[in-house]
């Protein structure tokens, strides 16, 4: 079977920018799991590969960089790409480097993780900051101090110039914290990564983030099923396992589908070789305005509650919905 057309979608960049503009193909395979074992990352980031997938989505924090990386120096051996420039690859920095001095050398060692020259774009994970070196969840209060949003991003800034990444952007912020970063952003964020799928469909944020050209990323956009966090159970939705069946597709088809009909970008994970294959099959049908009206009405939750599960915060996404 020949791989899918996977549409792509262009970053904002500065002006100054050395980079020609970034594309990004608008379905990336996520790698945030509770157990990311090397081998088994590795093995479906290159079946992946031929696939069709172009798009990577890894952190410091998923322990899927490495594989991640290996898997890239492989398919580049085995000649399944040609070129390192034909992947699109994201990482994070993670709260405990959420410090200017510490970007550049988290970077860094991001990048050798992945045995990389440089990343497609790097994300502030979340807009909190932990004490240096506190890097497991789940953070009580005491491990939390003031967030330089400023420095760090000033730092971020210094790393698209050195050539080490070529879009910057961020990860969980609220319009609010998006304003405030874009009152003195010298590089203004591409993506806001963000949990978006059919039953948190961050209308709002989406909406501001479309004023400002920033892209937004759904994460979890099959409702992380298996992970501590899945609370919303989408992929065992009524409504849109009828939906499904009208269209004979599989009930992740048509959320992933959903997204792509908002104009988002999204990273389901799957490490199974079928699952994976049915993910990148949603390019070539689409969903009716029935359908759409349908979604509409899911009922609406956040898995990521503010105070709750890793974070302590009371009010991490400033009230918004
Ligand atoms: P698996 O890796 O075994 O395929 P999210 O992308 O929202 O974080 O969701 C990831 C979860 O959804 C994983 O448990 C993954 O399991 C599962 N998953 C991914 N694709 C599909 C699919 N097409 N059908 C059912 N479950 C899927």
Same mark, same amino acid.
Request: charged share 30%; glycine share 10%; with cysteine.
């Given at each position: 079977m020949s791989a899918p057309n996977v549409p792509k979608v262009v970053l904002q960049q500065p002006p100054s920018s050395k980079w020609n503009p970034v594309t990004v193909p608008v379905i990336g395979l996520g790698t945030a799991a509770a157990n990311n074992d090397g081998d088994v990352v590795k093995s479906a980031v290159i079946e992946a590969i031929k696939m069709g997938y172009r798009h990577f989505d890894t952190a =410091?924090? @998923? !322990? %899927?960089e490495q594989g991640l990386g290996e898997a890239i120096a492989e398919a580049l051996q085995l000649g399944l790409? =040609? %070129?390192? &420039? /034909?992947l699109f690859i994201t990482s994070k920095l993670w709260c405990c480097d959420n410090h200017p001095h510490l970007v550049l050398p988290a970077l860094q060692k991001s990048l050798q993780s992945l045995k990389l020259d440089y990343l497609d774009l790097y994300l502030v994970h979340w807009p909190i900051s932990a004490k +240096? !070196?506190?890097? &497991?969840? +789940? @953070?009580?209060? /005491?491990?939390l101090v003031p967030f330089d949003l400023k420095g760090v991003w000033a730092a971020m800034e210094e790393c698209h110039k050195l050539g080490l990444t070529k879009s910057i952007g961020v990860s969980n912020f609220s319009c609010k914290k998006l304003e405030n970063l874009l009152s003195f952003a010298t590089i203004p964020p591409s993506v806001n990564q963000v949990e978006m799928n059919i039953a948190w469909q961050q209308k709002n944020l989406r909406e501001y983030c479309k004023a400002k050209g920033i892209i937004v990323t759904a994460y979890s956009p099959l409702g992380a099923k298996g992970s501590i966090w899945d609370i919303n159970q989408i992929l065992d939705n009524e409504l849109t396992k009828q939906i499904a069946q009208a269209h004979g597709k599989t009930v992740a088809q048509v959320c992933l589908r959903w997204l792509f009909e908002q104009g988002v970008i999204f990273i389901p994970k799957s490490y199974n070789k079928e699952r994976l294959q049915k993910n990148i099959e949603i390019f070539d049908w689409s969903l009716t305005k029935d359908d759409h009206e349908k979604i509409n009405q899911v009922k609406q939750e956040r898995m990521?509650?503010? !105070?709750? =599960?890793a974070f302590p915060l009371p009010d991490l996404f400033d009230g918004e919905t």
């Open positions: =410091a924090q @998923y !322990g %899927s790409i =040609a %070129s390192r &420039d /034909e +240096p !070196g506190m890097r &497991d969840m +789940p @953070y009580s209060e /005491e491990c990521f509650k503010n !105070g709750t =599960a």
